[in-house]
């Protein structure tokens, strides 16, 4: 199954959510592939301990050509993954690659479930990725500038006749008559979505401090993660 | 005015020089266009003293994922001659073996310059795939005329190798009756102005039904015998001269 962590606007959480599904489902025995799609590498940095000044051959290699895919194991707290590392070449791609380019590429891996975590575009690799999702996750922090990018996100792939799944982060349940900031942004979020489905991640997972690695993911968070992303 | 398309990004990239193929569409017409000499070393030197390919090699992906040339195969040749480990490839999404055939062809012509036998030969190939494509299609096809496509098509029909055929298809895939050429009247005389001119500016060839229908409203709207003659007249004077 193909996962897409996928939203226009910066920041919002793809590669933060994309560790936290992966580390989910792996820790349920589930085989799962990462492909780090953003020419920024974020996920490979997280992830792997790949010296900085080194190239990382990975997936710009893959859409360039080459047969070998470079697979590297990681391991958090005895939660294994498997990644394909991105770098700065992709860089000179990203934003240009036909959308068909993920159709026949991973195919033949044999993996349960293959997350691709994207850049800040719904072009090119985005949209690529897209088109192979069985299912797409656009993560949205909360905060003012989310908001237009996460609709446009939304409205951008329903015009490849994907529909996705809003999972908002750090959200929390609004007092109605509260104005602090979370309570406005957390009010403001759920009205714009009107119907669009959406699930939430509450304030008090530390996910900074996963991804991280200063903590180990919990089995509360997990099923957090798992009831949001609807798998048992 | 002409309706401008979308503007939309190109899929272009660097790719493993080592990892492209030729594809069969080109295979088949490469002999067709060939390059010269003196032309091949002139782009060589082109591309060497510049360091880069300008102009990306354009690809189709089949079915297996293969990435198969259909213009730029010089390029390509040039970048393996010069030990280039990537050349940069724009994606095109197309589907089916004519249109891919097409594109070879419309990508390699724009880049040569065919000597008449050559074009003539070109003519003859797409005379041959399909004798029921029109003359104007041809010629737009291959960079030539239409009494250029005309004549090889009539070598070619009486040499047995292709039937004659009755209904042709236009460059709008729609199937005409090839015109029967008229015998020429002898020459009216025109009152001075009663009677529209005929205008030329359309592909009459094919395309007559608007304008007959105006010329045949005319005739039944005209007042007397003489009129209507001359209508007649002037219909089968510009027949005439587009046959």
Same mark, same amino acid.
Request: glycine share 6%; hydrophobic share 35%; proline share 4%.
């Given at each position: 199954?193909?996962?897409?962590?996928?939203?226009?606007?910066?920041?919002?959480?793809?590669?933060?959510?994309?560790?936290?599904?992966?580390?989910?489902?792996?820790?349920?025995? @589930?085989?799962?592939?990462?492909?780090?799609?953003?020419?920024?590498?974020?996920?490979?940095?997280?992830?792997?301990?790949?010296?900085?000044?080194?190239?990382?051959?990975?997936?710009?290699?893959?859409?360039?050509?080459?047969?070998?895919?470079?697979?590297?194991?990681?391991?958090?707290?005895?939660?294994?993954?498997? /990644?394909?590392?991105?770098?700065?070449?992709?860089?000179?791609?990203?934003?240009?690659?036909?959308?068909?380019?993920?159709?026949?590429?991973?195919?033949?891996?044999? @993996?349960?479930?293959?997350? @691709?975590?994207?850049?800040?575009?719904?072009?090119?690799?985005?949209?690529?990725?897209?088109?192979?999702?069985?299912?797409?996750?656009?993560?949205?922090?909360?905060?003012?500038?989310?908001?237009?990018?996460?609709?446009?996100?939304?409205?951008? /792939?329903?015009?490849?006749?994907?529909?996705?799944?809003?999972?908002?982060?750090?959200?929390?349940?609004?007092?109605?008559?509260?104005?602090?900031?979370?309570?406005?942004?957390?009010?403001?979020?759920?009205?714009? /979505?009107?119907?669009?489905?959406?699930?939430?991640?509450?304030?008090?997972?530390?996910?900074?401090?996963?991804?991280?690695?200063?903590?180990?993911?919990?089995?509360?968070?997990?099923?957090?993660?798992?009831?949001?992303?609807?798998?048992? | 005015?002409?309706?401008?398309?979308?503007?939309?990004?190109?899929?272009?990239?660097? $790719?493993?020089?080592?990892?492209?193929?030729?594809?069969?569409?080109?295979?088949?017409?490469?002999?067709?266009?060939?390059?010269?000499?003196?032309? $091949?070393?002139?782009?060589?030197?082109?591309?060497?003293?510049?360091?880069?390919?300008?102009?990306?090699?354009?690809?189709?992906?089949?079915?297996?994922?293969?990435?198969?040339?259909?213009?730029?195969?010089?390029?390509?040749?040039?970048?393996?001659?010069?030990?280039?480990?990537?050349?940069?490839?724009?994606?095109?999404?197309?589907?089916?073996?004519?249109?891919?055939?097409?594109?070879?062809?419309?990508?390699?012509?724009?880049?040569?310059?065919?000597?008449?036998?050559?074009?003539?030969?070109?003519?003859?190939?797409?005379?041959?795939?399909?004798?029921?494509?029109?003359?104007?299609?041809?010629?737009?096809?291959?960079?030539?005329?239409?009494?250029?496509?005309?004549?090889?098509?009539?070598?070619?029909?009486?040499?047995?190798?292709?039937?004659?055929?009755?209904?042709?298809?236009?460059?709008?895939?729609?199937? $005409?009756?090839?015109?029967?050429?008229?015998?020429?009247?002898?020459?009216?005389?025109?009152?001075?102005?009663?009677?529209?001119?005929?205008?030329?500016?359309?592909?009459?060839? $094919?395309?007559?039904?608007?304008?007959?229908?105006?010329?045949?409203?005319?005739?039944?709207?005209?007042?007397?015998?003489?009129?209507?003659?001359?209508?007649?007249?002037?219909?089968?004077?510009?027949?005439?001269?587009?046959?």
């Amino acid at each position: 199954m193909n996962i897409c962590i996928t939203s226009q606007k910066g920041g919002s959480g793809k590669t933060s959510f994309t560790i936290l599904i992966a580390l989910s489902l792996s820790s349920i025995g @589930y085989r799962v592939l990462c492909l780090d799609c953003d020419p920024q590498g974020g996920l490979t940095s997280y992830l792997s301990k790949i010296d900085y000044k080194k190239k990382r051959k990975g997936i710009f290699d893959i859409l360039t050509g080459d047969d070998n895919y470079n697979i590297i194991t990681v391991e958090r707290h005895g939660i294994k993954l498997d /990644l394909i590392p991105a770098d700065h070449r992709l860089d000179a791609i990203y934003s240009s690659l036909s959308p068909y380019e993920f159709e026949l590429k991973f195919n033949d891996l044999n @993996y349960d479930y293959i997350i @691709y975590d994207t850049p800040p575009t719904v072009q090119g690799i985005s949209r690529a990725a897209a088109m192979v999702a069985d299912t797409i996750f656009i993560p949205a922090d909360l905060s003012e500038g989310t908001i237009n990018p996460t609709l446009y996100t939304i409205d951008s /792939l329903k015009k490849i006749k994907k529909n996705a799944k809003v999972i908002l982060l750090g959200y929390k349940v609004p007092d109605k008559e509260s104005n602090a900031f979370k309570d406005v942004m957390s009010r403001e979020f759920k009205e714009s /979505l009107g119907s669009t489905p959406f699930d939430t991640i509450p304030a008090t997972v530390n996910i900074k401090r996963i991804v991280s690695d200063e903590k180990k993911i919990t089995r509360k968070i997990i099923e957090t993660i798992l009831n949001a992303i609807e798998v048992k | 005015m002409s309706k401008q398309k979308q503007i939309t990004q190109k899929a272009i990239m660097p $790719y493993n020089t080592n990892k492209l193929e030729i594809s069969p569409e080109l295979k088949e017409v490469q002999q067709l266009m060939p390059i010269s000499a003196v032309d $091949y070393d002139q782009l060589k030197r082109d591309i060497s003293e510049s360091g880069e390919i300008r102009d990306p090699i354009k690809v189709y992906r089949d079915k297996s994922g293969k990435h198969l040339i259909v213009g730029g195969a010089n390029r390509w040749n040039i970048a393996q001659e010069l030990g280039w480990s990537t050349v940069p490839i724009e994606i095109v999404e197309i589907k089916g073996s004519s249109k891919i055939q097409d594109l070879a062809i419309k990508d390699n012509l724009s880049r040569r310059h065919l000597s008449n036998d050559q074009k003539r030969k070109l003519i003859a190939y797409f005379l041959k795939s399909d004798p029921e494509q029109s003359n104007k299609s041809v010629a737009k096809k291959s960079g030539s005329t239409k009494e250029t496509v005309k004549t090889v098509r009539a070598n070619l029909e009486s040499g047995g190798e292709i039937r004659p055929v009755k209904t042709v298809k236009g460059a709008d895939d729609k199937t $005409y009756k090839k015109p029967v050429p008229i015998s020429k009247p002898k020459k009216s005389e025109k009152s001075g102005g009663e009677i529209r001119p005929l205008e030329k500016d359309i592909d009459a060839e $094919y395309d007559l039904n608007q304008h007959f229908l105006t010329i045949v409203k005319d005739i039944l709207q005209g007042k007397d015998k003489q009129d209507r003659e001359l209508l007649i007249n002037s219909m089968i004077d510009y027949l005439e001269s587009i046959k």
